[in-house]
């Protein structure tokens, strides 16, 4: 990619690289989140790999001008976002580290570019938020069409009310009130936005394209993505492997990150 091309992306990502390593490790944030959710799991790999983080655009650091409501309409736009910063960071082969919407994203950008990718790690995937016949995603389509409109009449009182539920754990408060900050920090309309992609996306016919190995990361007790969500991606996806984590909520890369990085490293080095 031609240097100019190349700091683009920069710019547009807010890309950030470290590490010794030759081989990339990408780090991709959930909705309403940027790339210091990773903050705790990143550094555990900067010894043997190449670190990249980012921010999606419209989130953190990233170029709010370059946001375009047509290309974002899809996850496919944030998906095309991937390939380029692979491509900028001279990336082939990478391992794709994906919380939440993210982790979808990265499956659509190795089902488009695969030679990108050697591995995928899925952290609370969800093909599709909405219940359908024998499906459970979670949600009737009602209850998203009412936090839509929540989050569209009144943002702050959307994130106060969220943050605590997709983060769980009860206990440690001050982890849901990061998570309401990240939410504040972000633009309401980017965030309302992102949030009808997010949620009224429907990829279950998009899984069995996939052909690069991946893991599936199960949080206990996840609001956002239960468990009948993780065990259908793993039927799914050839060449996946599953595991529960112990860790509940939805934000493990927060609320329980060694056992987060500990399930990652025991998965790179079974392959």
Same mark, same amino acid.
């Given at each position: 990619? &031609?240097?100019?091309?190349?700091?683009?992306?920069? $710019?547009?990502?807010?890309?950030?690289?470290?590490?010794?390593?030759?081989?990339?490790?990408?780090?991709?944030?959930?909705?309403?989140?940027?790339?210091?959710?990773?903050?705790? !799991?990143?550094?555990?790999?900067?010894?043997?790999?190449?670190?990249?983080?980012?921010?999606?655009?419209?989130?953190?650091?990233?170029?709010?001008?370059?946001?375009d409501p047509a290309k974002y309409d899809t996850l496919h736009g944030?998906?095309?976002?991937?390939?380029?910063?692979?491509?900028?960071?001279?990336?082939?082969?990478?391992?794709? !580290?994906?919380?939440?919407?993210?982790?979808?994203?990265?499956?659509?950008? &190795?089902?488009?570019?695969?030679?990108?990718?050697? $591995?995928?790690?899925?952290?609370?995937?969800?093909?599709?938020?909405?219940?359908? @016949?024998?499906?459970?995603?979670?949600?009737?389509? =009602?209850?998203?069409?009412?936090?839509?409109?929540?989050?569209?009449?009144?943002?702050?009182?959307?994130?106060?009310?969220?943050?605590? &539920?997709?983060?769980?754990?009860?206990?440690?408060?001050?982890?849901?009130?990061?998570?309401?900050?990240?939410?504040?920090?972000t633009d309401p309309v980017i965030a309302g936005h992102f949030a009808?992609?997010?949620?009224?996306?429907?990829?279950?016919?998009?899984?069995? $394209?996939?052909?690069?190995? =991946?893991?599936?990361?199960?949080?206990?007790?996840?609001?956002?993505?239960?468990?009948?969500?993780?065990?259908?991606?793993?039927?799914?996806?050839?060449?996946?492997?599953?595991?529960?984590?112990?860790?509940? @909520?939805?934000?493990?890369?927060?609320? &329980?990150?060694?056992?987060?990085?500990?399930?990652?490293? $025991?998965?790179?080095?079974?392959?």
């Amino acid at each position: 990619m &031609a240097d100019g091309a190349q700091m683009a992306v920069f $710019k547009r990502n807010n890309v950030k690289v470290s590490g010794k390593g030759t081989q990339t490790m990408l780090f991709a944030h959930g909705f309403g989140c940027d790339h210091n959710m990773w903050r705790y !799991v990143a550094p555990a790999f900067e010894n043997e790999y190449r670190v990249v983080v980012f921010d999606n655009v419209g989130a953190g650091g990233s170029d709010l001008s370059q946001f375009d409501p047509a290309k974002y309409d899809t996850l496919h736009g944030y998906a095309r976002d991937i390939i380029e910063i692979l491509r900028a960071t001279e990336s082939t082969g990478a391992i794709f !580290v994906g919380h939440s919407v993210s982790a979808m994203i990265g499956v659509l950008a &190795a089902i488009e570019a695969p030679e990108l990718f050697d $591995k995928l790690v899925l952290v609370g995937p969800s093909a599709s938020y909405i219940n359908d @016949g024998d499906y459970i995603g979670g949600f009737e389509r =009602s209850d998203i069409d009412q936090m839509l409109e929540f989050l569209d009449t009144n943002y702050l009182g959307w994130s106060n009310a969220m943050a605590p &539920a997709i983060m769980g754990n009860p206990g440690q408060p001050a982890l849901a009130g990061e998570l309401e900050n990240s939410f504040c920090r972000t633009d309401p309309v980017i965030a309302g936005h992102f949030a009808r992609t997010t949620f009224l996306s429907d990829l279950r016919d998009e899984l069995p $394209k996939l052909q690069v190995p =991946s893991l599936i990361m199960q949080c206990s007790d996840d609001v956002i993505a239960p468990e009948a969500v993780g065990r259908h991606m793993h039927a799914q996806l050839r060449n996946s492997s599953f595991v529960q984590l112990k860790a509940t @909520g939805h934000c493990p890369n927060l609320s &329980a990150p060694e056992e987060t990085i500990a399930e990652i490293k $025991k998965y790179l080095q079974q392959q």
